[in-house]
């Protein structure tokens, strides 16, 4: 756990200076940067949700959880979601202006253990809005909220069975940051209120098309969310990238960051990331090494006061096997003393069009398990060294701006209970986008 930053907490100037440096260098970029990169076409470039369109291709940083919606060439005049989308290319056309609306309500039920019986809902709604200013440079935002806590607090407290339970409920802004590519896009800067993991660990296969969190992203790399943040993304050739990015530790949500992000002893999170994208057999994937720092003090679960810093690393793989088929595995790793998961692991894949001619629709399953460090598991009771997560869905796209996933969930020793041994979840998800 996070020691109060009014309690003992050192941090190094460098990873301040580090921080103010990025930003800075972001800032000069958006400036004077006319003639130093072509214009960048997000939609062009934004990585489809299964992942199986622009594998092995440079994709942007900070994608939204969505996927951009695609407008018919010519919508018959009766197709309102097609001459919406017509509309709305109009105006990206003509003002540089884009946006898409999201609307995501789910319901999970427990089938079998504890709790069971349970039916819970939750609510997820993104306004995303992006508007291009110079040539290489655009703008992003995200206003969000929802309602809903899930099943968390009656089952498996430790993996999030539904990714977008526990939204606040008031809007708020999630992302607001300045982007700008370099050098034929091959340098990518970016500065503002955003997700370190918008940008790493961004498996195209293990991704939000996964109604649990620990198949979407790696629960081992302890990165902020929605706090002030700057990255740095060089593509140095199309089979190999590298990127870095600092994010202030203690910032909330709901606020600008600049209440803490700025302050003498405030702590960061930093991340390294090298990408190899080889194509196999003449199939793309990428190939992920990722480092990660926190600055903040941690207390240790054995009672010997606190670390200053905290480090742990993770692997994020991703491959295409056919024309239908892809797969992705993850590992992390994380300090014993001060993490309550020491490792983690997880491995799946998604099969597009499982029954002919339904081009559109995803089959999904995942495995995933967290390994207890010894340490917190000494701290409790009747606590399980591991908890395991299967997850099988079938998403299926009933019209273009709207999808239904039947999901399903067996989770092994649920809450890390050691007496508990089995739960069942069965839930349904739904995707609308305008």
Known sequence: MKIPTSQTRSISLSRACALTSIVLLSTAAFTGAQDAAEDFDFEALAAVEMGFDGLGEPSPPNQPYEPVSEAPIAPAPDDWYGQWQKWKAGVKDRWGTSFDFYFNPSDHYIVAGPNDGINRGALWFNFHLEQKLWQGARIVSNTRGGSGHGLGRYMDSRFKAVTHSNEATGLYVSHLFLEQKLFNDKVTLAAGKMD?????????????????????????????????????????????????????????????????????????????EIGIKPKLLGRPGTYRFIYWNDTGDLGRYDGGGVESSDSGYALSFDQKITDHLGLFARYGYADAAVHQ??????????????????????????????????????????????????????????????????????????????????????????????
């Open 196 to 272: 370190l993991l918008d940008s790493f660990d961004t498996n195209e296969v293990g991704s939000w098309n996964f109604v649990p969190y620990p198949l979407a992203r790696n629960p081992a790399i302890p990165a902020p969310y929605h706090s002030l943040a700057a990255t740095v993304k060089w593509d140095v050739a199309e089979w190999f990238y590298a990127e870095a990015g600092i994010s202030d530790s203690d910032g909330d949500v709901t606020e600008t960051g600049f209440n803490t992000a700025f302050r003498s002893d405030e702590a960061y999170f930093s991340i390294y």
């Open 341 to 434: 998961i020491e490792h983690f692991w997880s491995f799946g894949g998604t099969y597009s069009e499982p029954i002919p001619g339904r081009k559109k629709d995803t089959l999904g399953f995942g495995v995933a398990q967290g390994l207890l460090s010894d340490d917190f598991r000494a701290t409790k009771s009747a606590t399980s060294a591991t908890t395991t997560l299967f997850n099988l869905y079938y998403k299926i796209q009933v019209q273009q701006w709207v999808s239904v996933t039947p999901d399903f969930q067996l989770i092994l020793n649920p809450n890390n209970d050691a007496d508990d041994d089995l739960g069942f979840i069965v839930g349904l998800h739904v995707e609308m986008r305008f």
